[in-house]
């Protein structure tokens, strides 16, 4: 069992929709990652928090916005999506201490239709 | 530029055996590098760890061994069973000291262990 929980598992939705992923953990880490990962090809990070705050943003598209909520909770949210935005995102989290591993959740399979 | 490469898309081995996994990197920054367990339909799972203060890392059947002078490391499976089946991914970090930091992944090697 992931100590890692995201919700929801599947998310299917139109180009035009508003729609966010949820990432919770309870192990009192403090840095929590979003990445994408297409099919066949290694996770790649969008964002990092650490402490709450933002940290690392790479070069992501406005459409998607992250937000964190407090320690415990990361969201994602979506907007005016595209159809090659379909792919699998994984929320992590770390305790925020040097050389400790970043753990995942089972991720969300998103498709724009 | 893929920094983290695994030139190795598929490993079959017996049970019982040893399953070796390698991984070579470029960035000579990176100072901490992990090996990561997928099941299909599931997120990675973190196995084992190791800094680059270290060239041996050991838990339970798994070793990670990193080679610094060749920017190489390696997965040691012993002995392999066939729920090692899954694919594996090396990553590597450049600034772990932070506390957050970038994971870099590579492309994974799938893994059979054979009854």
């Known amino acids: 069992d992931t100590e890692v929980t995201q919700t929801p598992k599947h998310l299917v939705m139109g180009m035009t929709n508003k729609k966010s992923l949820k990432c919770e953990q309870h192990?009192?880490?403090?840095?929590m990652y979003w990445y994408k990962q297409k099919a066949k090809k290694p996770p790649e990070l969008m964002f990092v928090?650490?402490?709450?705050?933002?940290?690392i943003n790479e070069s992501v598209p406005s459409r998607f916005s992250p937000e964190c909520p407090n320690s415990s909770l990361l969201n994602l949210h979506l907007h005016a999506l595209q159809p090659e935005d379909s792919a699998l995102y994984l929320c992590?989290?770390?305790?925020?201490?040097?050389?400790?591993?970043?753990?995942f959740g089972d991720g969300t399979r998103l498709s724009i239709l | 530029d893929q920094q983290v490469k695994q030139n190795s898309p598929s490993l079959s081995v017996q049970e019982g055996r040893i399953s070796i996994l390698n991984c070579d990197y470029t960035?000579?920054?990176?100072?901490?590098f992990l090996w990561y367990k997928k099941y299909p339909a599931e997120g990675p799972t973190f196995l084992i760890s190791i800094s680059s203060i270290k060239d041996k890392n050991e838990d339970g059947r798994f070793t990670v061994f990193l080679n610094k002078s060749a920017k190489h490391l390696s997965l040691h499976i012993v002995p392999s069973q066939p729920g090692d089946s899954a694919v594996y991914f090396c990553a590597a970090s450049a600034n772990s000291g932070a506390g957050s930091y970038q994971l870099t992944f590579g492309k994974g090697t799938k893994l059979s262990v054979i009854p």
């Open positions: 192990m009192g880490h403090r840095a």
């Open positions: 960035n000579s920054m990176f100072d901490y």
């Open positions: 992590a989290s770390s305790p925020g201490h040097i050389n400790q591993p970043q753990h």
């Open positions: 928090y650490s402490y709450e705050k933002l940290s």
